[in-house]
């Protein structure tokens, strides 16, 4: 059981134990009597492949509650295939259950004896035990049984070296000498080979290492070169222990290079990270998941969609207008737009009747109502067309403002985008010379033009999607000229362009697809020549690779006409097929209206198979809602035509359907996810596709369900879903993805969540509108712990800070005050946000009072609500359009008829607020909408009014906070003691008293150092929410997930461990924490207050919190640091060297903040894998 500074093995931990216990004793039974293995053809064999890949899911993307109930299932199943056990043993060693972890990877050994990765976590979980001998000899018979496990080998040598016994440096020396023969110019190797070497005093060996490392580093940045130099200078040095030290400066140095952590990955996993599961089972026969063969005998019969009259159209589509059921068929011509349900609207085709191009018809809801509006974009202008049923559609172009020279210029098409990701959908339009132009979206029915692709004139094709796979969604494009350029998103609305793409001549067409079937987005092009290329982000960010795909054979007669690509799977193969259909008439009066080149089993497209009616073919949808994608075209004379999908394979499919969770509240999601990305599973079977409308259709080829999808959403936000039927809606979860730690304390039965921690208030890059980031009001922040809430256990308070949102955390100094007063008095702190911040200080007061009487803004009595502290809240107020804002509103408090005068008096309110973020901020700050007010303190003038007399008090500091509201000197005389607490947050009351100040009554305060503060990995807990007027309360005792649910800010963070010298006092050396993270703090209890005295507490700490909201100002990365000094934060990262905090403490990046973190965990979650 480990010590109160660690993880606490809780009661609740015990009893999951215990039944993960019985499990195995219950399977071991099964296993005695029936260990023969099942018949691929059994149900028990297609019941153990359905829970042993949902509970792999599940422990990949972060619902553990779901993998301890599937594997464990999967055991029972078939309690002779051991992968199921070691993954079960996995999932508790990373929840750290060592108890359980070793029974059930004891059990997977014994059914796999002479398997290594087996043995590598016992070694793991005897380790983490603290049994090192233990340790080393589980990781010996893993070197053993394969002397290629370059991870074992790492890990056996550390521990070994961790022993220091006398032999202990010469045999890990041995294991590196071994690790360097296996991979020649590892880095990582290297360098631990040399500073080994040098902390022997092996001085041939150590300059051997430097010279391979010298080799290694042409082409390393100028502060790195800098480290390698006084390497090299130490190593010539008469003692190399000097040298030794110079290795550890130089590997953190190396830390920021992707080169070189790819290297040091391949012996040394990152933390968190060391214990990684089985794919494929280990007795049994692992199912095949590739791609089913392609349906190549697949034909499309054409079929005429039914017409009103004789019109002749010249685009059509089909757009889904509600996010469910079949899409509906639009046609359109140069005059006239026309819907399947009924609805007949203008295009603006100008004086000339000029006909849609193939993206002058754009589906987009730009009104948030979940109905899917349209905007036409042609040679007359751009209209607008807002849905107010299938079948009935109004034009409010005049009520978007824009000017009559955006309005009514000549387009060439357009696309739906969220350009700065802040939860509506903007437009780009295209133009055939000039820049394109952008209409951001304002949220209130208004645009604005903007320019955000500088160098590009005219527009031919358009992709929007995440390309690099950091989160954000770039732009892929064909000019008017038809070069293709990339812009990669920097967040904020800002794009730079890539200058070194590896292509050359023209393009025709472009669109996004993962035809690599590496879980990326890839660029598909297709060039003037006829050859169809793909675009890939280099992994390591090194460039961009180049891969033709396909050819188009006798191009010159196809590429005679406007033609537009698509990537889907139109044989549901589970692999993405591209179609190319012309979108003009052509003088070759042969061509076809498409080519399609179905993707094969192997990765490749077989030759491109001609589709010959009809003549033009402008997109596929499966229009029947059958699962399968059909053709959409218009024959020769500009009739509709659907070319109906006959396969001969019954390939599986599945339909989803991504969706906001609601439309007021909200709004940090666009409606349908556009912008965002969904990764699915079938077994091992990975696909990845943007999200690009409100119906997204995958082919799952011989897969009869999709195990889980990832959908993330374009907020940052991510959600998993299992077991997904065929036609299925995903809607995101409305939880915050940023606010502040939390703070956990033993009451003296368990630890359970106090309050949220400092710090709150110091957000730095938080953007407050479009024009600028937030300056620093204040960094040390005071909150009560309540005297029920914390008990000391064997002399100490044990309490935990948790980071589990999308934030980065700078602890500066952290204390605990023991306050003990006189009984009958009660002790607080204000625990407002408010510029300028709240002076940290405690208030001493006579014990509250009730209030009289409370009424809300209608008039509603609500005293029973706010009367006593008992987690139900006030809620009278409604929802507005963003999260945290709502309508104006107020509680009027009647504080009685007995309070005294002459006295300090506080209003104590307790409560909490639902923050906005960056991105809410800025999407509030667009347009007429009504900003965000603090809460301010009204009370009556005498005369049947009311006067503000403190008019910004802030809010509450986020959840459990106490606002201490100063309501000295502000009833004028003979007015009753009434007041209002008015604003328009989402600010939540739980109770409201009101007490006597006793600013001379004496307390005694202790400020305590944490004896113990040890910083480590702990992953995140169960969040629960008693309902939409609660906040969302963390149950430390049961967690939620060990893996990585937020994409890290990549940077320096402080390493795993000790960090008390870190929190000593305010002096800008931090503690830099990371989401997942655990802080375990203990106190040493003074001794207990005198008879008629009782305790409180107080945390005190100082510091910075930075979340990733993708409008936040430099959300990607740590950098750059903060200090004291610097109230604003508007200096772009640059070189860690050049940082203020580095240079004035250079050696804490040599001790503490060695632990480099990349956001690689989160994106690969899915691939995570034992086998190499």
């Not at 053993?144 to 080998?153: F, G, S, Y």
């Not at 603090?934 to 009370?939: F, I």
């Amino acid at each position: 059981m480990r010590g109160p500074d660690k993880v606490n093995f809780t009661a609740a931990n015990a009893v999951r134990a215990l039944n993960g216990q019985l499990i195995v004793w219950a399977a071991l039974l099964v296993l005695g009597c029936h260990s023969r293995l099942p018949d691929r053809t059994s149900k028990t064999y297609a019941d153990y492949v359905s829970a042993f890949y949902v509970g792999l899911a599940a422990l990949q993307v972060g619902d553990d509650v779901r993998a301890e109930r599937e594997l464990g299932r999967a055991t029972q199943i078939v309690p002779g295939e051991p992968a199921a056990w070691a993954n079960w043993g996995v999932l508790a060693l990373r929840q750290r259950n060592l108890d359980s972890a070793g029974q059930r990877l004891a059990q997977a050994q014994k059914l796999a004896p002479k398997n290594d990765h087996i043995y590598y976590l016992l070694g793991l979980v005897e380790a983490g035990r603290g049994r090192s001998g233990e340790a080393i000899a589980d990781l010996r018979k893993a070197v053993e049984l394969n002397p290629n496990n370059l991870i074992a080998t790492y890990r056996l040598g550390e521990e070994i070296e961790r022993q220091g016994d006398a032999n202990s440096d010469a045999e890990f020396e041995r294991l590196l000498e071994r690790l360097v023969s296996a991979e020649p110019n590892n880095m990582a190797a290297l360098l631990d080979l040399a500073r080994v070497a040098a902390k022997r005093g092996d001085s041939a060996t150590l300059k051997q290492a430097l010279a391979e490392i010298k080799t290694l580093s042409h082409g390393w940045p100028p502060e790195i070169q800098e480290q390698v130099e006084a390497l090299d200078v130490a190593a010539a040095g008469t003692d190399t222990r000097a040298a030794a030290t110079r290795t550890t400066f130089l590997r953190n140095a190396l830390m920021r290079l992707p080169d070189f952590r790819q290297s040091l990955a391949a012996i040394k996993p990152a933390p968190g990270d060391e214990a990684q599961p089985f794919t494929h089972f280990l007795r049994l026969e692992t199912p095949r998941f590739t791609p089913a063969p392609a349906d190549t005998a697949m034909a499309f019969s054409a079929e005429a969609l039914p017409a009103m009259d004789e019109t002749q159209w010249t685009w059509i589509g089909a757009v889904s207008l509600s996010g469910t059921g079949a899409p509906t068929v639009i046609e359109a011509n140069g005059t006239a737009v026309r819907l399947a349900s009924g609805a007949m609207l203008a295009f603006p085709g100008g004086a000339s009747k000029t006909a849609p191009q193939a993206d002058g018809v754009i589906p987009i809801d730009f009104n948030y109502d979940f109905k899917t509006d349209l905007v036409f974009a042609g040679a007359g202008g751009v209209r607008f067309f807002r849905q107010d049923g299938p079948d009935a559609f109004t034009e409010v172009t005049a009520q978007t403002k824009l000017p009559d020279s955006t309005l009514n210029a000549p387009y060439t098409g357009g696309w739906a985008v969220d350009i700065e990701e802040d939860g509506d959908l903007d437009l780009v339009l295209a133009t055939m010379v000039g820049e394109p132009v952008v209409l951001r979206n304002n949220g209130d029915n208004t645009f604005t033009p903007l320019h955000e692709f500088p160098g590009v004139s005219g527009l031919r094709g358009f992709v929007w999607a995440d390309l690099n796979g950091d989160g954000n969604p770039d732009v892929g494009l064909i000019d008017g000229a038809g070069k293709l350029h990339v812009f990669l998103n920097q967040r904020s609305g800002r794009f730079t362009e890539v200058t070194a793409l590896p292509v050359a001549g023209q393009f025709r067409a472009v669109a996004t697809g993962d035809v690599s079937h590496g879980g990326t987005l890839d660029l598909v092009a297709l060039q003037a020549d006829g050859e169809i290329i793909r675009l890939s982000d280099k992994v390591d960010g090194s460039g961009w690779e180049r891969v033709e795909l396909a050819r188009i054979p006798n191009a010159t007669k196809f590429l005679s006409s406007e033609v537009r690509l698509h990537a889907a799977d139109l044989d549901n193969n589970g692999a993405v097929d591209l179609l190319l259909g012309r979108v003009t008439a052509s003088p070759e009066t042969n061509a076809p209206g498409a080519l399609v080149w179905l993707a094969d089993d192997s990765g490749g497209f077989g030759s491109a198979i001609s589709i010959s009616s009809p003549a033009l073919v402008f997109g596929a949808a499966d229009l029947k809602s059958e699962g399968r994608l059909d053709l959409l075209g218009l024959s020769k004379d500009g009739r509709p035509v659907q070319a109906v999908n006959h396969g001969t394979k019954n390939y599986y499919w599945q339909t989803i359907r991504p969706r906001a969770k609601q439309a007021s509240g909200d709004q940090r999601i666009n409606s349908f996810g556009i912008g965002g990305q969904i990764e699915i599973r079938s077994g091992l079977l990975e696909q990845t596709q943007p999200i690009t409308g409100p119906e997204m259709h995958f082919g799952l080829g011989e897969q009869t369900g999709v195990d889980v999808a990832r959908i993330l959403w374009p907020n940052g936000s991510m959600r998993a879903e299992f077991a997904l039927k065929a036609d299925q809606q995903v809607v995101t979860e409305q939880r915050l993805k940023g606010s502040c730690p939390f703070l956990f304390a033993y009451n003296g039965k368990t630890i359970e969540f106090v309050k949220d921690a400092v710090p709150w208030g110091s957000a730095i890059g938080l953007r407050i509108n479009n024009l600028g980031t937030a300056t620093i009001a204040g960094t040390e922040e005071w909150y009560k712990i309540p005297r029920e809430e914390l008990a000391a256990r064997d002399g100490y308070y044990d309490l935990r800070i948790t980071g589990e949102l999308w934030e980065t955390y700078y602890y500066d100094s952290l204390a605990l005050m023991t306050v003990d007063h006189p009984a009958g008095t009660e002790v607080f702190t204000d625990e407002r946000f408010v510029i300028p911040a709240v002076r940290p200080r405690i208030i001493v007061v006579r014990a509250p009072h009730q209030i009289a009487r409370a009424v809300d803004d209608k008039g509603l009595d609500v005293t029973n609500l706010v009367r006593d502290a008992d987690d139900r809240y006030l809620d009278t107020f409604g929802r507005g359009q963003y999260q945290g804002v709502t309508r104006d509103h107020y509680v009027e408090v009647d504080l009685g008829d007995h309070v005294p005068t002459g006295e300090p008096l506080y209003l104590i309110a307790k409560g909490w607020v639902h923050p906005s973020d960056s991105s809410i901020n800025i999407a509030i700050s667009q347009g007429s909408h009504e900003q965000a007010r603090p809460l301010s303190l009204e009370v009556p003038d005498g005369r049947g009014g009311w006067v503000v007399v403190r008019p910004n008090l802030g809010f509450p500091a986020g959840r459990k906070k106490i606002c201490m509201i100063d309501l000295s000197r502000v009833f004028p005389p003979g007015v009753p003691h009434k007041v209002r607490l008015r604003t328009n947050l989402e600010v939540y009351w739980d109770s409201i008293e009101w007490a006597q100040g006793l600013p001379e009554t004496t307390v005694k305060v202790t400020r305590l150092a944490p004896s113990v503060a040890d910083l480590h990995y702990r992953g995140y807990s169960v969040i629960h929410q008693a309902n939409s007027s609660s906040p969302e309360i963390p149950d430390y005792n049961q967690l939620l997930s060990t893996t990585q649910i937020w994409r890290d800010l990549e940077g320096y963070y402080t390493r795993y461990g000790d960090v008390r010298e870190l929190l000593g006092g305010i002096d800008d050396r931090y503690v830099i924490m990371n989401a997942g993270d655990e802080m375990s703090l203990r106190f040493a209890a003074p001794e207990p207050p005198p008879t008629g005295w009782v305790r409180d507490y107080v945390i005190a700490g100082d510091g910075w919190i930075k979340d990733g909201d993708y409008n936040s100002t430099y959300s990607r990365t740590v950098q750059p640091l903060p200090y004291h000094a610097n109230r604003t934060y508007d200096r772009p990262p640059g070189r860690l060297e050049d940082e203020w905090v580095y240079r004035h403490n250079p050696e804490d990046w040599q001790l503490y903040q060695t632990r480099y973190v990349t956001p690689k965990k989160f994106e690969d979650a899915m691939r995570s894998k034992a086998e190499k």
